[in-house]
C-alpha cells in the first residue's frame, strides 16, 4: 500500500502556469468578479490550432481545423480564432450567430449535430458547410432551399458502420450518421437534388479512443468518396471529427499509481480513496475486480495535434499506405473538428474558499463557492487536482500534505465537486482560492445551471502583455490590440 | 514417439539448463521450462485442451462455438483444437496488439471480434462496458456457446498442477526447485505449477511477473490488470515484481543469441525478471551446496518480430541500398529538373515522355493524367535499387502528390545517368488545380 499523498498534478503549459503563477492577479478578479469565475487565455487556443496546423504540412495536406464551439460557450475564444488559421464547427443556430458574429465568414464555418429549420436555414442562407447527419435532413434542406430560393449549399455525409474484413471491430453504435450500407440510396437522393445540394465529401466522427477504429472509418470514408465519383460528383474533402484527446495530467507516473491504489482501495485493501468507497465504475465480487474503470484516461502520451499526426501516420486497415498519404496522394482536404483539444491549456475555474471544516474521523472537509455544476471535470470522469492559490498576507506554514473532500455550494448531499478524496500540499484556509485547470474544454460552463438561486461564473479573457496581466469580459473581449470600452457592447451579435 | 492425436503431443516439454556463463549466478541452477514447445507453440496448449477437451463432444451435439477473450495464445491453441473437432472458434479481445498472431487466428479459420476503445466523450453513468456486454451476451438464454473463461476456469490451473508442475519436480530428480518464476498472465500456469511445487515442498519461493503498467509486454498483464483475473490470488506468490518491454527484449535478445531457445518477448521477461531477482541471492550464498530455479518459456520468438522491429528498429539494421532516395544530397535534390503544369502539358504533346505515377494504386485508379503508368512508389524504390528501369532515350515526367518524391526520384535517376528525367512541378495538386484534365480509366 502507498501511504504517500496521491497526487494528480495538473499538466500545465507556460500560459496557464504563468497566470496560475499570480496570486494576486487571480485574488483581485474573484474579488472584483465573485466566484466562482472562469478565466480564459485565448491566444493559446490560436497557438493549439497552430499546432494543428502543422501536423497538415508535415503531411502535406490542405483543408481546414474546425473548433467544434460546443466544448466552450465562451465569446473570446471564438473571436480569436478568427484571426489565427482556423475555422469554427457550429452545433445550434445560436453557435452559428455567435460564429457569424464574431467575424467567421462562410466558408470557414460547418453546421454540424441535430439540426432544426432555422439552424439549417440559416446555414445556407449564409453558405455554411453542411455536415448532413442522414436522408432526412438532405431533404429537409434541399425543400428549405427550393422554398426559399437558397443558394446551393456545401453538404458533407455523415456516414457510420463501417465494415472491415478480416477481424471484426466492434465499435459504439452513434445515434448519428448514415449506415456506409445505406451510401447507396443516400446517393440517389443527392442524384434527385443535384441542383439543390452539393456533396462535397465525407464525414465521420467516432466517440472512441482507439485510433484503429477511426483508421477503419478514415479508409470507409476513402471508398466512399470513390463511389461519390462515380455517380458523377466531384467529392474533395474528408472530415475526420474531432476526438483527439487532451492529456490532462503532469505525470503518467501520479496516475499509474493512483489508479493502482484505487483498485486496490476497492479490493478493501486500503482506506477508500473516495468519499463512501465510491469506485469509479469498479467494484469487488469474490475477491476479483470486476467492472471497468468508468475514468477518462487522464493522462495520455499521446493526445491532440499529436494523436491526429499519429492516426494520419498509420497504415490503413486494407490499402496499406500510411491514411495521410492516401488522402494526399487522392487529393482530398482533410477536415478535423478538435473541441477538447484546441481549447487545451486555454483557461481555468476558480472558487473562493468558504470552510474549512475537520472532520473526527476522516479527511477534512472543504466547502467552496461552487458547485459541481460549474466545473464539470467529474461529470467527464477527469481526475485532476486544483491548485491551492493562497491569499496573499497568511502565515506561510510547512507544507504538510492533506486529504481533503471539496463540497459545493448547493443544499443537496450529493454536490461534492468531486467523490475523490483531494491531496492538497496544505490545507486551505477560508479565502484561499482553488484553481481548477484546463477546464476551458467542456469542463468550464457546459452544465452550468441557475440552482437555488446560485450565481453563474462570469467569465473573463486575460493575456499577459508588457510585463503584468490585462483582463476584460469574456463578452468585450476582441482579437485587437485596445482594450477598454468599445462602440458595440459585444453581447447581442 | 508415435502418437494418434496431435492433441496428445501436449506437455512432457523439457527442461532445460542456461548456461552459467550467460547468466552468471555462481551457487543457482538456472533452468527453462520450455513450454514454446508444446505442439500449437505455446503454455496455452495445455490450459486450452484442458478446459475443452470434456466439453468438445457436448458442443459439438449442440452445435456450439467455442468462444474465448483471448488476445494470443490461448485463441491460437482453441482455434486448432475447435478446428479439429469441426466447431467454429470466435476470440473476443481489446488487447489484440500483435499483427501476425491476428493474420495466424484467421488463417487457423478464427473469427475475430475487437471490442472498442475508451469512449473520449465519457458518460461516467454509463456502466454497460463491452466486457460486460460481451458476459451478458454469452450468458443470454439460447446462445450457442461453449465459453471456456480461461480466466476463471479452474480446469486451467489444474493443467498445470498436475501437468507442468509435476513434469519440473521428476526433472529435477524428484525435488523441487528453491524458486520459480513465472509471468502472470491468465495466473492459470503460475497457480497451478506453484501449488504442484509447494505440495512436494512448501519451502520452493514463488515470485510472480507482471508488466510495468505504461509498458506491454504481450501475454503478460499488468499490476492492476491481474487483479481483473478469477485465477488470480496474491497469496499465490511470495513477491510479484515487474518487468519493463525494454527488459523482455533484452532478456529474448539472451535466449535467441547465446542459449539457441528461440523464445518470445514473455520467455525474455521471465528470465530477465528470474536473472535479477536471483542475483542479490546468489551474491549472499556460499559453501558447495547447489541450488535451482526454474523459469516458464512461455512462446516462440517468430510472432513478435514486427513487435520488437518497433520498438527496437535497430536490432534489425540493413545495410544502406545502393540506389537510394536516402542517400541523396539536398544540393542533389534541389539540382533536380522540374517542369511547370503549363510546359508539362506541352512537353506531353510534343515529345511523349513517360509519365509515372508514383500514388498508391488506389489514387490512381480515381484520377490521374491521361496515359500515364501508375508505379507505387514504393515498388518503384525498388526497381531502381537493381538499376536504370527504362532506357536512357527515353524521356521522363514523374509526378507524385505535390512534387517533392518526384523530385528527389528524378535526382536519383539522374545520378543514375538518366539524361532527361523531370519532376512535375507541384505534383497532381498542382496539376488538377491549373484545371488541367485528370481522367479516370
Known sequence: MD????????????????????????????????????????DQAAENAEGFRSVYRRHRLGGQVFFAHKANRSRSLVRRLTTADAAVDVASVGELRRALGAGFTADRIMATGPKDPAFLWLAARSGATVNADGPGELEALADLVRRHGLPRPKVLLRLCEFETSGPRMLSRRSRFGTSVKALGPLLDLLDR?????????????????????????????????????????????????????VSYLAHAA????????????????????????????????????????????????????????????????????????????????????????????????????????????????????????????????????????????????????????????????????????VFLPRLPRVGDLLGFANTAGYCMDFGATHAQQQPLARTVAVRHTGGSWRWCLDEEYWPIEEYGPTSDSGGQA | ??????????????????????????????????????????????????????????????????????????????????????????????????????????????????????????????????????????????????????????????????????????????????????????????????????AHDPAVRVIGLVGEKSDFIPGIRNIDEVHEVGLFDPATYDTIESVGADDAIDGMLTLVRRCGILAGPTGGAAYHGAVRHLQSLDAELTGPVR?????????????????????????????????????LSDAEVRAAQVIEVADARKWIAAERPLVIDLRSSFAYAALHIDGSVNIVDELFDELVRGGLPFGKRQPVLLACPVGEQSARYAALLTRMGHPDVRSLAGGIIAWRDAGAPLVRD
Open chain 1, 3 to 42: 501511504t504517500g499523498p496521491l497526487y494528480l498534478e495538473p499538466r500545465l503549459a507556460p500560459r496557464l502556469a504563468a497566470l496560475l503563477g499570480s496570486p494576486p492577479f487571480l485574488h483581485m478578479l474573484a474579488d472584483a468578479l465573485g466566484s466562482p469565475l472562469n478565466v480564459l487565455l485565448p
Open chain 1, 193 to 245: 437534388h443535384r441542383d439543390r445540394v452539393d456533396p462535397i465529401g465525407v464525414a465521420y466522427h467516432l466517440d472512441t479512443t482507439s485510433a484503429d477504429e477511426k483508421a477503419i472509418a478514415l479508409e470507409g470514408c476513402l471508398r466512399a468518396m470513390d463511389d461519390l465519383r462515380l455517380r458523377g460528383f466531384q467529392p474533395r474533402v474528408v472530415d475526420i471529427g474531432g476526438g483527439f484527446g
Open chain 1, 254 to 421: 501520479q496516475w499509474d499509481r493512483y489508479t493502482s491504489e484505487l483498485a486496490a482501495a476497492v479490493m478493501g485493501r486500503r482506506p477508500p480513496l473516495t468519499r463512501g468507497g465510491h469506485g469509479y465504475g469498479l467494484h469487488a465480487e469474490g475477491g476479483t475486480l470486476r467492472g471497468a474503470l468508468s475514468l477518462y484516461p487522464a493522462h495520455r502520451p499521446v493526445a491532440g495535434a499529436g494523436y491526429l499526426d499519429a492516426l494520419l501516420s498509420q497504415p490503413a486497415p486494407t490499402l496499406g499506405r500510411a491514411l495521410g498519404t492516401l488522402l494526399l496522394e487522392s487529393l482530398y482536404d482533410l477536415y478535423t473538428e478538435p473541441g477538447r483539444a484546441l481549447a487545451d491549456q486555454c483557461g481555468l475555474t476558480l472558487a473562493r474558499v468558504l470552510e474549512v471544516r475537520r472532520t473526527d474521523a476522516g479527511p477534512a472537509l472543504v466547502r467552496l463557492a461552487m458547485n459541481a455544476n460549474d466545473v464539470a471535470l467529474e461529470d467527464h470522469g477527469i481526475l485532476v487536482d486544483p491548485v491551492l492559490v493562497s491569499r496573499e498576507g497568511g502565515p506561510a506554514g510547512p507544507p504538510e500534505p492533506v486529504g481533503v473532500h471539496l463540497m459545493g455550494n448547493l443544499c443537496l448531499e450529493a454536490d461534492l465537486i468531486t467523490r475523490r478524496t
Open chain 2, 1 to 198: 514417439m508415435r502418437y494418434d492425436s496431435i492433441t496428445e503431443a501436449i506437455g512432457n516439454t523439457p527442461l532445460v539448463r542456461i548456461d552459467p556463463a550467460v547468466h552468471g549466478l555462481r551457487h543457482i541452477d538456472l533452468y527453462a521450462k520450455l513450454e514454446m514447445l508444446n505442439p500449437f507453440g505455446s503454455v496455452k496448449d495445455r490450459a486450452a485442451w484442458n478446459m475443452a477437451r470434456a466439453a468438445l463432444p457436448g458442443a459439438g451435439e449442440r452445435g456450439e462455438t467455442v468462444v474465448e477473450l483471448s488476445s494470443g495464445n490461448t485463441a491460437k491453441a482453441l482455434a486448432v483444437i475447435a478446428g479439429m473437432h469441426g466447431l467454429p472458434f470466435k476470440s473476443v479481445t481489446n488487447r489484440m496488439r500483435i499483427a501476425e498472431v491476428k493474420d495466424l487466428l484467421l488463417l487457423l479459420g478464427a473469427e475475430i471480434e475487437e471490442l472498442p476503445g475508451r469512449s473520449e466523450c465519457l458518460d461516467p453513468t454509463d456502466t454497460e462496458d463491452p466486457l460486460t456486454l460481451f458476459h451478458q451476451r454469452l450468458n443470454e438464454s439460447g446462445g450457442a456457446h461453449l465459453h471456456t473463461d480461461q480466466y476463471f476456469n479452474a480446469l486451467n490451473t489444474e493443467a498445470h498442477a498436475t501437468g507442468t508442475g509435476p513434469e519440473i519436480v521428476a526433472d529435477l530428480d524428484g525435488r523441487a526447485p528453491d524458486w520459480f518464476l513465472a509471468c502472470v498472465g491468465t495466473a492459470g500456469s503460475s497457480t497451478g505449477v506453484a501449488r504442484a511445487l509447494r
Open chain 2, 291 to 327: 541450488r535451482t530455479a526454474v523459469f516458464i518459456v512461455c512462446d516462440r520468438v517468430e510472432s513478435y518480430l514486427g513487435y520488437v522491429k518497433q520498438r527496437r528498429p535497430e536490432l534489425m539494421r540493413r545495410p544502406p541500398a545502393r540506389n537510394s532516395v536516402a542517400a
